[in-house]
């Protein structure tokens, strides 16, 4: 039995409890704590021994729903622990441990440890931190050390840890306590980090930092600065206190503690700097890792600036009641509100596609089927937006041991601006640490390089299987047919979807990690330091993109009504549907009357988000095209000109690549001819297999439209759109009886009601909650910051320019544009495509360097900002702006007046 154990003998957490073994790996692993030696709980439990008895006693006559028997039953356990008589073997020990690593004027620190009989209840455990429950002394001389072991000891059953324990149901009497003596470090500027956001559970760190020893920071005794750095940018916002007050070393009476004022030249500036900041968020992050798990560390700096560690401990994020959500990049598809069979038909989605792709990853099918609870439900429905559900992607990801490697690349391209801690975390390198875990890595990486080296000929093959599976589908319209017959035509294919559809976000498994790391590249060899934006540039002038084949396809429908006259004037006549109402009758030209024919029906599927059931497509609002149409022509552009300018964009870049890399040629070999090609192939099949997800919904609307049309005939709904307040379940129960309810329009009522109402409060952009989803708050109000005139997001399209800020929510209500119009949205999809061409540059809520609008900003070399946040609110509708879409800055020159429109046109 070892009584005494120090920070050389590697002690274990079964000896001295979390903090102590903690320390002493932290010393091992080169990190700056004070050396220490330790009462191990043996030694508690043998000097404790012939009080048990009566300690139960104690205890047991404690009414818990009696605060009074609770402060009288802890009282009397504590007297009677200090009250004992230490044997002098038991006193020598301790003093020849004290001796042993120190000097005899040595001040120390003595701080309890509570070791729980049950590991998992042991102070600053994961899930049971104790905090601030047991005693800690600071600036202990030698000949105070055996009194303040003794009061270690009895805080054990201080009223704070009897009710802890009490409330959680664990034994009163289930521990042990150890004592650490450790060597005091006088500290002049103290603090706590936390390595995540406890409340959010984001990779963000917080230091909350005053002056003096650390207790006057954890007790809150003096004020305090708050730092928060973003684990993404790592930029520092400061919140600095007037810090009037301190904790120091009585040096008068030679031990203790004592108030003193700060100096005042000092009372009013960061107690420490940004460069001391980035050191501690270095530290924290050697020490996170360490444990895989965010920590809470507190420490401090002494009067030569030196840095020491005192203690660290797991935050107590509580992952099983934890969900963490985002709408950063599901609003590309869904933006605003979404009717309930949007969203039921979005999950069953979700669900199918992304089994396809665990399989395709090598993840074996009962590893998917034991997820399925978290796969059926990746995205959630808040206040009618739908979002994902980050703790249920990260859980599901994780099943591949490669995603660690990939996990940043992931989180950039869907926009998160901090990673997530939604699940107790596990490193590549904890991945690795047994056999079967390297086997299952080595597996995992031969099946995706050989994917990988196969995928361009595996999106061949989807392509071709869509094209022959959508043809004899594509425009057909399902009024009349059997509703059974239909709810079997809609699995028939979405089995076949299943089957092959997760090729598609392989494209985005490879693309995501290959343009990270080429952006390090670029910015390794600093090949964007005199041009930034070169990358971007660099990725266009490819021909296949099929989101731009559609537009380009309505802007030669733009130039083949300016090639005639009669038809243009026509076009200046009449509104969009009246002209629709000629060209259905036959009496415009036969040449444009079957071009539009043939756009409507190869590309009917595209339009303004066309993925919602509530929003109808082009082919059945047809006029909405001509508008597009009428806008082209007024606008004079043509495809020969867009087909110009990118291809004059890309020359350029390529010439600034090889000036910049002619002496390094095998780097513009390595680039040219192996990661750009690489790069826009990858590029091209994300956008070319995102129409025919817009096709495949396509279909799908099309058979709730004709069970619509079939229920109002019944009498079962009253009008047709109520068909999109049922969920997909519903509708389809209905019909082959597996549904459970008989009046629909009820249900129908109901939530056309909420539906209405989803337009008061918005939610927020992130959200982490806690427990049942609809006990948080998740509308808090929105903190706007008051960055004045100059707005930073992140640049995605070269160019800089100036024009007149149209701040857009809805693009239906835009009829005309000007010739000055910068936009700006919250988030686009391709259906904003017409007001995209109609902009002198753009700026967007949402997104990244791959979303949709910033690939259509580089096509069509329009200066591009994605990811600013609350732009719509901080751009002021007419105001007159300047948009540099190489740095991602927004520079507001003047306010909305009446001489804008002049400034903007001269700019």
């Known amino acids: 039995m070892s009584l005494t154990i120090d920070y050389r003998q590697q002690p274990t957490q079964q000896q001295v409890g979390g903090k102590f073994a903690r320390q002493a ?118 000949d105070q050390i055996l009194q303040r072991v003794k009061a270690c000891w009895a805080s054990g059953f201080s009223p704070e840890s009897l009710i802890y324990r009490h409330q959680q149901q664990m034994d009163l009497m289930g521990f042990s306590v150890a004592v650490g003596i450790q060597e005091m470090v006088f500290g002049e500027r103290s603090f706590v980090m936390f390595t995540a956001d406890p409340k959010t559970a984001a990779s963000d760190q917080i230091i909350i930092a005053g002056y003096g020893i650390g207790e006057g920071v954890v007790q809150e005794k003096v004020a305090v600065d708050h730092y928060f750095i973003s684990g993404k940018s790592t930029t520092i916002q400061h919140t600095i206190a007037d810090k009037t007050h301190q904790l120091v070393f009585d040096e008068d009476a030679g031990f203790g503690l004592k108030d003193m004022p700060v100096p005042d030249d000092q009372q009013t500036i960061p107690c420490i700097t940004d460069q001391e900041i980035r050191q501690l968020v270095e530290i924290g992050k050697r020490v996170e890792s360490l ?32 969900r963490v959500w985002s709408n950063t990049n599901v609003t590309e598809s869904y933006p605003g509100i979404s009717s309930t069979l949007t969203y039921t038909h979005a999950k069953f989605f979700y669900r199918v596609i992304f089994r396809d792709l665990y399989k395709r990853l090598g993840v074996a099918d009962q590893a998917i089927w034991n997820h399925y609870q978290p796969l059926d439900n990746m995205i959630g429905y808040l206040n009618g937006r739908i979002y994902y559900c980050l703790s249920h992607f990260y859980q599901l990801h994780k099943l591949s041991p490669l995603f660690p490697l990939f996990a940043a690349h992931w989180e950039n391209m869907i926009g998160l601006r901090s990673s997530f801690h939604t699940q107790p975390p596990r490193s590549l390198t904890a991945w690795l640490k047994k056999g079967w875990e390297w086997a299952r890595f080595g597996r995992a990486l031969v099946l995706t390089l050989t994917d990988y080296l196969g995928h361009d000929r595996a999106m061949y093959h989807y392509h071709r299987w869509w094209e022959q599976r959508i043809a004899p589908l594509r425009g057909q319209s399902f009024s009349g047919t059997d509703p059974l017959t239909l709810v079997k035509r809609f699995h028939d294919l979405w089995t076949e979807v299943g089957r092959h559809w997760g090729v598609t976000l392989t494209t985005d498994a490879y693309l995501i990690p290959l343009y990270g790391w080429t952006e390090a590249l ?44 009669t038809l243009q004037a026509t076009f200046n006549q009449a509104d969009e549907q009246a002209l629709w109402q000629a060209l259905d009758r036959n009496e415009l030209n036969p040449a444009f009357t079957q071009a539009v024919r043939r756009h409507l029906h190869i590309y009917g599927d595209r339009g303004l988000q066309e993925l919602k059931v509530e929003q109808p497509s082009l082919r059945d609002t047809p006029w909405v095209l001509l508008k597009m149409i009428r ?162 997001g992140l640049g995605s399209s070269a160019g800089k320019v100036q024009g007149i800020a149209r701040v857009v929510h809805d693009p239906n209500t835009v009829d005309t544009t000007g010739d000055n119009m910068i936009l700006i949205a919250r988030e686009t999809d391709p259906g904003w495509l017409f007001l995209m061409l109609a902009s002198k540059g753009m700026v967007v809520e949402r997104g990244s360097m791959l979303s949709h609008t910033a690939i259509t900003g580089r096509k069509f070399g329009i200066p591009t900002i994605v990811a600013l946040p609350n732009a719509t609110q901080r751009i002021p509708d007419g105001a007159l702006i300047e948009l540099d879409g190489s740095s991602g800055v927004v520079t507001i020159l003047a306010q909305p007046g009446a001489d804008n429109t002049a400034k903007g046109a001269a700019a």
């Open 25 to 142: 790996e932290l010393i091992t692993a080169g990190l700056p704590v004070p050396r220490f030696v330790c009462l191990t709980r043996e030694f508690y439990t043998a000097v404790t021994a012939s009080i048990q008895a009566q300690i139960y006693t104690l205890l047991s006559a404690i009414d818990f729903t009696d605060h009074a028997s609770i402060l009288q039953g802890s009282r009397a356990t504590q007297q009677l622990i200090e009250a004992l008589a230490l044997e002098p073997e038991h006193q020598n020990c301790i003093l020849a441990a004290f001796d042993a690593h120190f000097t005899m004027d040595t001040l120390v620190s003595v701080r309890a440890s509570t070791v729980g009989h049950k590991l998992e209840e042991s102070e600053d455990s994961i899930s049971n931190p104790f905090a601030g429950m047991s005693e800690s002394f600071l600036y202990v001389r030698r």
């Open 631 to 792: 806008q082209y022509a007024n606008q004079d552009v043509t495809v020969a000109s867009y087909r110009q300018h990118e291809q004059a964009v890309r020359a350029s870049a390529d010439q600034t690549l090889q000036t910049l890399l002619q002496d390094q040629p095998w780097k513009l070999t390595l680039l040219n001819r192996v990661i750009l090609p690489r790069l826009r192939r990858l590029i091209r099949h994300r956008e070319n297999s995102r129409y025919c997800r817009s096709e495949l919904f396509g279909f799908s609307k099309q058979i709730f439209k004709a069970l619509a049309e079939y229920f109002v005939q019944r009498g079962i709904l009253r009008d047709a759109n109520d068909i999109v307040h049922l969920t997909q379940d519903e509708i389809f129960g209905y019909i082959n009886g597996m549904g459970v309810t008989e009046n629909l329009q009820a249900l129908a009522d109901l939530r056309r009601a909420e539906y209405e109402q989803f337009d008061g409060a918005e939610p927020a952009e992130q959200i982490t909650t806690l427990g049942a989803v609809r006990d948080n708050d998740l509308c808090p109000p929105q903190a706007i910051a008051p960055d004045g005139d100059t707005l930073q």
């Open 291 to 322: 444990y895989g798990l965010p920590q809470d560390i507190e420490g401090t700096f002494t009067a030569d600036g030196r840095f020491h560690l005192l203690q660290t401990r797991p935050i107590a994020l509580d992952f099983e009641r934890q």
């Open 522 to 565: 670029f910015k390794k060899w600093r090949l964007d330091e005199d041009k930034p934006g070169l990358l971007s540039d660099l990725l266009c002038g490819d021909e296949q993109l099929q989101s731009v084949e559609i537009i380009l396809s309505a802007v030669n429908l733009a130039e083949q009504v300016r090639a005639d006259a």
